[in-house]
Protein backbone atom coordinates (compact mmCIF):
# COMPACT_ATOMS: atom_id res chain seq x y z
CA UNK A 1 0.00 0.00 0.00
CA UNK A 2 2.28 2.36 -1.35
CA UNK A 3 -0.45 5.36 -1.78
CA UNK A 4 1.50 8.67 -2.77
CA UNK A 5 5.47 8.27 -2.39
CA UNK A 6 6.97 11.80 -2.34
CA UNK A 7 11.04 12.04 -2.96
CA UNK A 8 13.37 13.58 -1.03
CA UNK A 9 12.27 14.05 2.11
CA UNK A 10 14.58 16.78 3.08
CA UNK A 11 16.24 18.99 0.63
CA UNK A 12 18.77 21.95 0.90
CA UNK A 13 19.91 24.29 -1.84
CA UNK A 14 21.72 27.25 -2.50
CA UNK A 15 19.62 30.36 -4.52
CA UNK A 16 19.97 29.82 -8.19
CA UNK A 17 20.44 25.96 -8.17
CA UNK A 18 17.50 24.17 -9.60
CA UNK A 19 15.82 20.89 -8.29
CA UNK A 20 12.98 18.36 -9.17
CA UNK A 21 10.78 17.06 -6.41
CA UNK A 22 9.37 13.61 -7.30
CA UNK A 23 5.40 12.40 -6.76
CA UNK A 24 4.53 9.19 -7.99
CA UNK A 25 1.09 7.13 -7.38
CA UNK A 26 0.33 3.50 -7.38
CA UNK A 27 -3.30 4.37 -7.34
CA UNK A 28 -4.19 5.16 -11.02
CA UNK A 29 -5.80 8.66 -10.29
CA UNK A 30 -6.17 10.43 -12.80
CA UNK A 31 -5.84 13.95 -10.58
CA UNK A 32 -2.76 15.02 -9.29
CA UNK A 33 -1.24 18.40 -7.76
CA UNK A 34 1.44 20.19 -5.63
CA UNK A 35 0.91 22.14 -2.92
CA UNK A 36 3.14 24.39 -0.65
CA UNK A 37 2.67 24.63 3.29
CA UNK A 38 3.84 27.85 5.16
CA UNK A 39 3.07 28.69 8.56
CA UNK A 40 -0.16 30.71 9.17
CA UNK A 41 -0.79 30.15 5.67
CA UNK A 42 -1.91 26.87 5.24
CA UNK A 43 -1.70 25.01 2.02
CA UNK A 44 -1.81 26.73 -1.72
CA UNK A 45 -2.10 25.24 -4.77
CA UNK A 46 0.86 25.22 -7.16
CA UNK A 47 0.25 23.10 -10.08
CA UNK A 48 -2.13 20.61 -10.49
CA UNK A 49 -2.82 17.84 -13.53
CA UNK A 50 -5.99 16.01 -14.26
CA UNK A 51 -4.50 13.05 -16.41
CA UNK A 52 -1.64 12.35 -18.24
CA UNK A 53 -0.22 14.85 -20.66
CA UNK A 54 -2.43 17.68 -19.09
CA UNK A 55 -1.38 20.47 -16.67
CA UNK A 56 -2.25 23.59 -15.32
CA UNK A 57 -1.43 26.19 -13.30
CA UNK A 58 -2.52 26.98 -9.33
CA UNK A 59 -2.86 29.82 -6.97
CA UNK A 60 1.16 30.16 -6.63
CA UNK A 61 2.71 28.74 -9.64
CA UNK A 62 5.42 31.29 -10.19
CA UNK A 63 9.16 29.46 -10.02
CA UNK A 64 7.67 26.21 -10.57
CA UNK A 65 7.36 23.67 -13.54
CA UNK A 66 5.17 20.79 -14.15
CA UNK A 67 5.10 17.57 -16.53
CA UNK A 68 2.76 14.66 -16.55
CA UNK A 69 4.21 12.16 -18.72
CA UNK A 70 2.54 9.52 -16.98
CA UNK A 71 -0.69 8.61 -14.85
CA UNK A 72 1.67 7.32 -11.60
CA UNK A 73 4.36 10.32 -11.75
CA UNK A 74 4.24 14.30 -11.56
CA UNK A 75 7.48 16.13 -10.81
CA UNK A 76 7.61 19.42 -9.57
CA UNK A 77 10.82 21.21 -11.05
CA UNK A 78 12.15 24.44 -9.28
CA UNK A 79 13.98 26.54 -12.33
CA UNK A 80 16.34 28.73 -10.03
CA UNK A 81 15.69 28.62 -6.16
CA UNK A 82 14.87 31.11 -4.33
CA UNK A 83 15.12 31.74 -0.55
CA UNK A 84 10.87 32.53 -0.62
CA UNK A 85 10.79 28.83 -1.83
CA UNK A 86 11.56 27.56 1.29
CA UNK A 87 8.36 25.34 2.22
CA UNK A 88 7.15 22.12 2.97
CA UNK A 89 5.54 21.11 -0.17
CA UNK A 90 3.41 18.23 -0.62
CA UNK A 91 1.63 16.13 -3.43
CA UNK A 92 -1.53 14.62 -3.73
CA UNK A 93 -4.00 12.77 -5.74
CA UNK A 94 -7.60 12.13 -5.71
CA UNK A 95 -10.00 10.04 -8.12
CA UNK A 96 -14.22 10.16 -8.13
CA UNK A 97 -16.05 11.93 -10.92
CA UNK A 98 -15.32 15.73 -10.93
CA UNK A 99 -12.33 14.90 -8.73
CA UNK A 100 -14.14 15.75 -5.91
CA UNK A 101 -13.29 12.67 -4.35
CA UNK A 102 -11.16 12.09 -1.11
CA UNK A 103 -7.85 13.41 -1.51
CA UNK A 104 -4.48 11.28 -0.50
CA UNK A 105 -1.28 13.50 0.44
CA UNK A 106 2.56 12.40 0.20
CA UNK A 107 4.58 12.64 3.21
CA UNK A 108 5.87 15.87 2.20
CA UNK A 109 9.42 17.43 0.73
CA UNK A 110 11.06 19.87 3.01
CA UNK A 111 12.80 22.33 1.19
CA UNK A 112 15.21 24.66 2.48
CA UNK A 113 16.47 27.36 0.02
CA UNK A 114 19.88 29.28 1.54
CA UNK B 1 -11.88 33.85 -4.29
CA UNK B 2 -12.88 31.23 -1.82
CA UNK B 3 -11.38 32.00 1.91
CA UNK B 4 -11.39 29.07 4.30
CA UNK B 5 -11.12 30.70 8.28
CA UNK B 6 -10.54 27.98 11.07
CA UNK B 7 -10.92 29.19 14.41
CA UNK B 8 -9.18 28.78 17.28
CA UNK B 9 -5.75 28.60 15.52
CA UNK B 10 -5.46 26.26 18.95
CA UNK B 11 -6.93 24.39 21.54
CA UNK B 12 -6.09 22.35 24.54
CA UNK B 13 -8.75 20.32 26.36
CA UNK B 14 -8.21 17.48 29.17
CA UNK B 15 -9.17 14.01 28.04
CA UNK B 16 -12.60 12.73 27.54
CA UNK B 17 -14.06 16.46 26.73
CA UNK B 18 -16.39 16.09 23.74
CA UNK B 19 -14.81 19.07 21.37
CA UNK B 20 -16.14 21.08 18.35
CA UNK B 21 -13.41 22.35 15.65
CA UNK B 22 -15.38 25.37 13.05
CA UNK B 23 -14.11 25.77 9.55
CA UNK B 24 -16.60 28.50 8.24
CA UNK B 25 -15.96 29.44 3.85
CA UNK B 26 -16.93 32.68 2.20
CA UNK B 27 -17.78 31.04 -1.36
CA UNK B 28 -21.21 28.54 -0.71
CA UNK B 29 -21.02 27.13 -4.52
CA UNK B 30 -18.58 24.35 -2.98
CA UNK B 31 -18.42 20.52 -4.54
CA UNK B 32 -17.54 19.23 -0.96
CA UNK B 33 -15.78 19.88 2.16
CA UNK B 34 -13.05 17.69 3.99
CA UNK B 35 -11.16 17.25 7.11
CA UNK B 36 -7.94 16.22 7.45
CA UNK B 37 -5.59 15.16 10.01
CA UNK B 38 -1.80 16.49 10.51
CA UNK B 39 0.81 14.72 12.41
CA UNK B 40 4.05 16.60 12.77
CA UNK B 41 6.26 16.43 9.95
CA UNK B 42 3.64 13.89 8.11
CA UNK B 43 1.26 14.78 5.22
CA UNK B 44 -2.22 14.87 5.75
CA UNK B 45 -4.55 12.17 6.50
CA UNK B 46 -8.27 12.41 4.95
CA UNK B 47 -10.95 12.11 7.97
CA UNK B 48 -14.60 12.68 6.42
CA UNK B 49 -15.63 13.85 3.23
CA UNK B 50 -19.02 15.90 3.08
CA UNK B 51 -20.38 16.20 -0.30
CA UNK B 52 -22.30 19.70 -1.25
CA UNK B 53 -26.12 17.71 -1.09
CA UNK B 54 -25.05 16.08 2.35
CA UNK B 55 -25.40 17.75 5.73
CA UNK B 56 -23.27 15.35 7.70
CA UNK B 57 -20.62 12.50 8.13
CA UNK B 58 -19.51 10.47 10.89
CA UNK B 59 -16.78 7.94 10.83
CA UNK B 60 -16.09 6.20 14.66
CA UNK B 61 -15.98 9.30 17.06
CA UNK B 62 -15.77 11.91 14.14
CA UNK B 63 -18.70 13.51 12.95
CA UNK B 64 -18.57 16.35 10.66
CA UNK B 65 -21.44 18.98 9.94
CA UNK B 66 -21.74 21.37 6.51
CA UNK B 67 -24.16 24.41 6.64
CA UNK B 68 -23.61 25.72 2.84
CA UNK B 69 -26.08 28.60 3.44
CA UNK B 70 -24.35 29.79 6.26
CA UNK B 71 -20.64 29.12 5.19
CA UNK B 72 -20.08 26.58 7.86
CA UNK B 73 -18.59 23.72 9.02
CA UNK B 74 -18.49 21.85 12.32
CA UNK B 75 -16.02 18.78 13.23
CA UNK B 76 -17.23 17.28 16.59
CA UNK B 77 -14.90 14.91 18.19
CA UNK B 78 -16.68 13.04 20.79
CA UNK B 79 -14.57 11.74 24.16
CA UNK B 80 -11.03 12.98 23.10
CA UNK B 81 -8.01 10.93 23.53
CA UNK B 82 -4.60 11.72 23.56
CA UNK B 83 -3.83 10.08 20.35
CA UNK B 84 -6.26 13.27 18.79
CA UNK B 85 -3.85 15.48 19.34
CA UNK B 86 -2.71 16.72 15.73
CA UNK B 87 -3.59 19.61 13.77
CA UNK B 88 -6.86 19.69 11.68
CA UNK B 89 -7.42 21.19 8.93
CA UNK B 90 -10.70 21.96 6.80
CA UNK B 91 -11.18 22.18 3.40
CA UNK B 92 -13.28 23.31 0.29
CA UNK B 93 -13.85 22.88 -3.03
CA UNK B 94 -14.86 25.18 -5.37
CA UNK B 95 -14.91 26.29 -9.45
CA UNK B 96 -14.28 24.91 -12.41
CA UNK B 97 -10.83 23.41 -11.39
CA UNK B 98 -12.25 21.40 -8.23
CA UNK B 99 -9.60 23.62 -6.06
CA UNK B 100 -9.45 22.97 -2.86
CA UNK B 101 -8.90 26.02 -0.48
CA UNK B 102 -7.49 25.13 2.78
CA UNK B 103 -7.84 27.33 6.46
CA UNK B 104 -4.67 27.16 8.53
CA UNK B 105 -5.65 24.59 10.35
CA UNK B 106 -6.94 24.15 14.81
CA UNK B 107 -3.63 23.05 16.28
CA UNK B 108 -5.57 20.49 19.04
CA UNK B 109 -3.85 18.97 22.43
CA UNK B 110 -5.38 16.87 24.30
CA UNK B 111 -3.84 16.52 28.01
CA UNK B 112 -4.07 12.79 29.87
Known amino acids: NAGVTQTPKFQVLKTGQSMTLQCAQDMNHEYMSWYRQDPGMGLRLIHYSVGAGITDQGEVPNGYNVSRSTTEDFPLRLLSAAPSQTSVYFC?????????????FGEGSRLTVL | KQEVTQIPAALSVPEGENLVLNCSFTDSAIYNLQWFRQDPGKGLTSLLLIQSSQREQTSGRLNASLDKSSGRSTLYIAASQPGDSATYLCAAVTGSARQLTFGSGTQLTVLP
Open chain 1, 92 to 104: ASTTGAGRTGELF
